[in-house]
């Protein structure tokens, strides 16, 4: 049992570039989530899924593009990488929604630099 | 709005002595979830407890303490006999509960720092 898997573990992209940002969890989870951390703040949350097929914006998504197609796998793109998404950026899941009774689970985190 | 507020930015203590990170939130809603997670230097997160508003009830859990008190709006997390290991960020987070959906905010973090 692996709980939530991202990749990379770091990355460095050039302005205009694209990435995708992988996450998988074996959890069964319905429900993921897509989360930056910058410096001395809080997580942001990016966008989330309540599952398969069905995605929504968080409070910061622009830039950002994300998928379910499975329960498992929640892709987070990058299209047009700027300066302002160097930051770190955590997947996380969970069995119930956040507003729930079950915690999150989260990766181990994505460290991205744009320059 | 919802927010929560983690005044401490920083701490140092001295090993052995005990801590308590500060947590005030606000929210219009009766019924939320408070959470404290606890990022070490390795970078993961990781959960450390969860307290509805319906339970007012203090936990303890070895080392670690919480103190949920509504009338403040604060619940605040102690550390007894600090350890090296217990060094990190820690995030205090509210839920507000909207049906299955809900938006966990969280606080900036108290950096932990626990000296030998």
């Known amino acids: 049992n692996a709980g939530v898997t991202q990749t990379p573990k770091f990355r460095i992209l050039k302005i205009g570039q694209s990435m995708t940002l992988q996450c998988t969890q074996d959890?069964?989870?319905?429900?993921m989530y897509w989360y930056r951390q910058d410096p001395g703040m809080g997580l942001k949350l990016i966008y989330y899924?309540?599952?398969?097929?069905?995605?929504d914006k968080g409070e910061v998504p622009n830039g950002y593009n994300v998928s379910r197609s499975t329960t498992e796998d929640f892709p987070l793109r990058l299209e047009l990488a700027a300066p302002s998404q160097t930051s770190v950026y955590f997947c996380?899941?969970?069995?119930?929604?956040?507003?729930?009774?079950?915690?999150?689970?989260f990766g181990n985190g994505t460290r991205l630099t744009v320059t | 709005a919802q927010k929560v507020t983690q005044a401490q930015t920083e701490i140092s203590v001295v090993e052995k002595e005990d801590v308590t990170l500060d947590c005030v939130y606000e929210?219009?809603?009766?019924?939320?979830?408070l959470f404290w997670y606890k990022q070490p230097p390795s970078g993961e997160l990781v959960f450390l407890i969860r307290?509805?508003?319906?339970?007012?009830q203090n936990e303890i859990s070895g080392r670690y303490s919480w103190n949920f008190q509504k009338s403040t709006s604060s619940f605040n997390f102690t550390i007894t006999a600090s350890q090296v290991v217990d060094s990190a960020v820690y995030f205090c987070?509210?839920?507000?509960?909207?049906?299955?959906?809900?938006?966990?905010?969280f606080g900036k973090g108290t950096k932990l720092s626990v000296k030998p």
């Open positions: 996380a899941s969970s069995y119930s929604g956040q507003g729930g009774n079950s915690p999150l689970h």
């Open positions: 959890m069964n989870h319905n429900y």
């Open positions: 899924s309540v599952g398969a097929g069905i995605t």
């Open positions: 929210t219009r809603d009766t019924t939320y979830y």
């Open positions: 307290r509805n508003s319906f339970d007012e």
């Open positions: 987070a509210l839920s507000e509960i909207r049906g299955s959906q809900g938006n966990l905010i």
